[in-house]
Nanobody
Framework: VQLQASGGGLVQPGGSLRLSCTAS????????IGWFRQVPGMGREAVSC????????YYADSVKGRFTLFRDNDKNTVYLQMNSLKPEDTAVYYC??????????????????WGQGTLVTVSS
C-alpha cells in the first residue's frame, strides 16, 4: 500500500497549484482520501478530505471557495486544485487514506496510510 503525493512548489500569492495523490496497492474507491498540511511547530491540520465511496467531502473553512478536491478513477488518483493561494497556505502537504466515520472525516488519527509530504511555498 502506497500513496504518492506530488505537485508542490513555489508560487506567488494569487497563483494556483494542483497536488496529486496516487494510490497503489489498493483501490481508492473504498477509502477516504485526505489532504493535510503541517507547518513547523504546529500539528497536522485537515485541508480537504473525501470519502471516495460515498462522495462525502470536507473543506477547512480557510480553503473553502479556493480549493477543490476531485478524483480520477482510472488513475486511482485524487487531486487537490488550489487557487488564489495565500502565504498562509505555505506548508508541507500530505495525503492519507483511511476509513473515517463522517463526523471524524477531518481527524488525522482516522487515517492510517500516509504519503510523503510535498512542500507548497506561497511567496512573492
Amino acid at each position: 500500500v502506497q500513496l504518492q503525493a506530488s505537485g508542490g512548489g513555489l508560487v506567488q500569492p494569487g497563483g494556483s497549484l494542483r497536488l496529486s495523490c496516487t494510490a497503489s496497492g489498493f483501490t481508492a474507491d473504498y477509502y477516504a482520501i485526505g489532504w493535510f498540511r503541517q507547518v513547523p511547530g504546529m500539528g497536522r491540520e485537515a485541508v480537504s478530505c473525501m470519502r471516495v465511496y460515498d462522495g462525502s467531502t470536507y473543506y477547512a473553512d480557510s480553503v473553502k471557495g479556493r480549493f477543490t478536491l476531485f478524483r480520477d478513477n482510472d488513475k486511482n488518483t485524487v487531486y487537490l486544485q488550489m487557487n488564489s493561494l495565500k502565504p498562509e497556505d505555505t506548508a508541507v502537504y500530505y495525503c492519507a487514506a483511511g476509513r473515517p466515520i463522517l463526523s471524524a472525516i477531518s481527524r488525522p488519527s482516522m487515517y492510517y496510510h500516509w504519503g510523503q509530504g510535498t512542500l507548497v511555498t506561497v511567496s512573492s
